[in-house]
C-alpha cells in the first residue's frame, strides 16, 4: 500500500487566512502540519486580483496582521502589489516555506472514520493524511462568469476581474465592462483613459463614498518604525471608528441617512447630467450592498469616452454586446467584474464527511457553521471566514484572527481529550448558533435596505455577513465550548472510554 504523508494539520490556502493559520500554529508550538495551495505562490486574494487599480478599501495599517504590524506601508490604502509582497514576507518571516505545498489543488477530503483523519488528494495524484483540515480556501477565490449566450463565438479578449489578461493591451480598444461591484469602480477609472470607449452594464448602482487615500509620509513611517506603540495606536483608532459604526448596519438602519447624503454630493461634484445622475442613484439603502469607495470612478463616468448602460448584459452576437434594455455596442474586449462563488463556494463540493455526503450536500439549504468554523458531520474540519463572518465595514483579518484564536484552542481541547480523537460539532449547536445569528440578522441594512446582494444566498439567506461587532466575534470566539462538540474516538478507544468521552464532552 502507498504510503501517504501525515501530519496532524493540514492548512489549504495560503492568502491571509491560511498564511495566518500557519504563523498560529507555530505559535503553539506545532510543526507537523503543511500548506496546501493550488497556485503557485502565496497570496490568495492578493495574487489572483491583479488588475490595474486593485487595492484595498480598508486602511493598510488595519487591513494587516497584529503579529506582522509593517511601518512601511507606502499608502493609506495600498494596493495589490504591496499587500502581494507583505504575505510573501509574512511567508519569509515566519519560516513558513518548507511547509507550503505549492501547485497542489485539493480534489477532494475526505474523513476517515476508523482512523479518525482526512485523506486528502490533490490534482497532481499526491495525497497527504491530516488529523485536521483549516480549509482557508477563501470566500472570494473563485470567479463569477455568467453564462451569457454566444460569450463563446465574441471573437474579442474576454477575462474575469480576477483573472486579469496582461497580454491583453486594452489601448485604443472598445471595451464593456460588465458589473458595478468593487473592482469594478476600481478597473473603470484605470482603462478608463487608454480606452478608445468604455461601455459599462450596470445592473445595479452602487453607493459610492469618497476614497481618502494618500501617500504615508516620511515621517510617518519613520515615526512607526521608530516608536511601533505609535503604528500600534493608529490600528487602534482605525479599528474603534469601524467598531462604532457598527450598531448603524445591524440595528439602526435609519441612521444611515447621513451617508447617503455624503455619497451623493460624491457623485454630484462630477456628475453634471442629471440623466446620467439619475442611472447612477441606487433605490436601496446604502449599506445594503457593499459600500464602495473611490473618488476617480464618478470623474471617469463623466468622461465621453464612457457609456453607462443601467441594465446587464444579456446577450453577445459577434462583436456586439447587447444589453437586456436592447442597448447594444460593437466592443473589442469585454471585461467581467462579476464577482465569486461566495454563497456555493466550490470548495464545499470537495469535502465528504461522516456521513459520505458532501459539505455542499449539507448546505443546499444555505451555508452554516458553529461560530463560522465547525459544520455538523464534518469531524475536525474547520474554516476560515466561514458561513457569517463577513464584514461590511471593517478589515477581515480581524475576524480571521479571531478564528485562528478558536482553531488554537480546539487544538489544544484535543490534547486535552488525548488520543485519538475528533471533535464534530452537535447539529443542535449549529442550528442553535445559526438561527441566533439569523435572528439578528432580520433588523439589519443587509437584510431590510431594500437591495439584491452577494451576501445572500440562492434562498434570500444572509450566510455570508457577521452581524455584530469584531470585538464581539472575537468573545465568541476565544475558547472553544466542547457541549457544543461530540468527542469522537476511534472504536476500540471509544468502548474503553465511554465515561470519559462523555463526561468531558457534557
Ligand atoms: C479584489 C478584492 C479586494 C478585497 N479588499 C478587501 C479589503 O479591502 N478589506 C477586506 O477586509 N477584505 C477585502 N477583500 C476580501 C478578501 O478576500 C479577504 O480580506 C482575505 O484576503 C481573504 O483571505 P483568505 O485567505 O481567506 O482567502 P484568499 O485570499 O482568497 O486565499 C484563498 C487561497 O486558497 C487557495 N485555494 C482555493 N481553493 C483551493 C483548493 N481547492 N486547493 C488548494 N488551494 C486552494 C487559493 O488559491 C488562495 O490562494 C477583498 C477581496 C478581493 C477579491
Known amino acids: 500500500m502507498a504510503q501517504h504523508e501525515h501530519v496532524r494539520v493540514a492548512v489549504i490556502g495560503s492568502g491571509f487566512g491560511g498564511l495566518g493559520a500557519a504563523v498560529r500554529l507555530r505559535r503553539e508550538g506545532i510543526t507537523d502540519f503543511v500548506i496546501l495551495e493550488r497556485a503557485g505562490s502565496v497570496g490568495g486574494t492578493w495574487r489572483d486580483n491583479s488588475y490595474p487599480g ?113 497580454d491583453a493591451d486594452l489601448t485604443g480598444k472598445r471595451v464593456a465592462m460588465i458589473g458595478t461591484g468593487a473592482s469594478a469602480i476600481q478597473i473603470v477609472p484605470s482603462i478608463q483613459p487608454k480606452a478608445a470607449k468604455l461601455t459599462l452594464f450596470q445592473r445595479t448602482p452602487p453607493w459610492v463614498m469618497p476614497r481618502m487615500d494618500r501617500t504615508i509620509s516620511g515621517a510617518e513611517r519613520w515615526l512607526h518604525r521608530t516608536l511601533p506603540f505609535t503604528g500600534t495606536a493608529r490600528r487602534g483608532l ?27 454630493s460624491n457623485m454630484a461634484r462630477s456628475i453634471k447630467d442629471p440623466v446620467l445622475r439619475a442611472k447612477l442613484t441606487p433605490s436601496y439603502r446604502i449599506g445594503c450592498k457593499r459600500i464602495l469607495l473611490s473618488s476617480a470612478y464618478y470623474p471617469a463616468l463623466a468622461r465621453p469616452n464612457v ?60 451555508m452554516q457553521a458553529l461560530r463560522g468554523a465547525s459544520a455538523a458531520g464534518f469531524p475536525n474540519w474547520m474554516t476560515i471566514i466561514g458561513p457569517n463572518t463577513g464584514l461590511g465595514n471593517s478589515s477581515m483579518i480581524l475576524m480571521i484572527e479571531a478564528q485562528l484564536n478558536y482553531m488554537a484552542d480546539y487544538l489544544r481541547q484535543l490534547d486535552v481529550l488525548g488520543g485519538r480523537v475528533a471533535l464534530d460539532a452537535r447539529p443542535s449547536a449549529v442550528g442553535s448558533w445559526n438561527r441566533r445569528v439569523q435572528e439578528r440578522m432580520k433588523r439589519t441594512v443587509w437584510n431590510t435596505g431594500g437591495c439584491t446582494s452577494w451576501y445572500l444566498d440562492a434562498n434570500g439567506r444572509n450566510t455570508t455577513v457577521w452581524p455584530g461587532t469584531t470585538a464581539e466575534f472575537r468573545k465568541v470566539t476565544r475558547t472553544v465550548d466542547l457541549s457544543e462538540y461530540q468527542v469522537v474516538r476511534v472504536p476500540a478507544q471509544r468502548d474503553a472510554r465511554p465515561a470519559v468521552a462523555e463526561e468531558v464532552a457534557g
Open 54 to 166: 486593485c487595492a484595498c478599501d480598508v486602511p493598510s495599517h488595519l487591513y494587516s496582521f497584529s503579529f506582522a504590524p509593517n511601518p512601511e506601508w507606502p499608502r493609506t490604502f495600498s494596493g495589490q502589489e504591496h499587500i502581494r509582497a507583505y504575505l510573501e514576507h509574512v511567508a519569509d518571516t515566519f519560516g513558513l516555506r518548507p511547509h507550503l505545498r505549492l501547485n497542489h489543488e485539493v480534489t477532494m477530503m475526505r474523513w476517515d472514520g476508523d482512523e479518525l483523519h482526512w485523506v486528502i488528494e490533490s490534482a497532481n495524484g499526491s495525497t497527504v493524511l491530516a488529523d485536521v483540515v483549516v480549509s482557508a480556501t477563501g470566500p472570494l477565490s473563485d470567479p463569477k462568469m455568467p453564462d451569457i449566450p454566444g460569450l463563446a463565438d465574441f471573437p474579442g479578449k474576454v477575462f474575469h476581474s480576477a483573472r486579469w489578461d496582461h
Open 238 to 264: 482605525l479599528w474603534g471608528i469601524r467598531e462604532l459604526q457598527v450598531s448603524a448596519f445591524t440595528k439602526h438602519p435609519d441612521q444611515l441617512g447621513l451617508v447617503e447624503r455624503i455619497a451623493k
Open 307 to 366: 457609456d453607462v448602460v443601467a441594465s446587464g448584459l444579456a446577450e453577445v452576437r459577434g462583436s456586439t454586446v447587447v444589453a437586456s434594455d436592447g442597448t447594444e455596442a460593437e466592443v473589442d474586449a469585454i471585461v467581467f467584474g462579476t464577482g465569486f462563488h461566495v454563497t456555493d463556494m466550490p470548495i464545499a463540493e470537495r469535502v465528504v464527511g461522516a456521513e459520505g455526503g458532501t459539505l455542499a450536500e449539507s448546505w443546499k439549504g444555505g
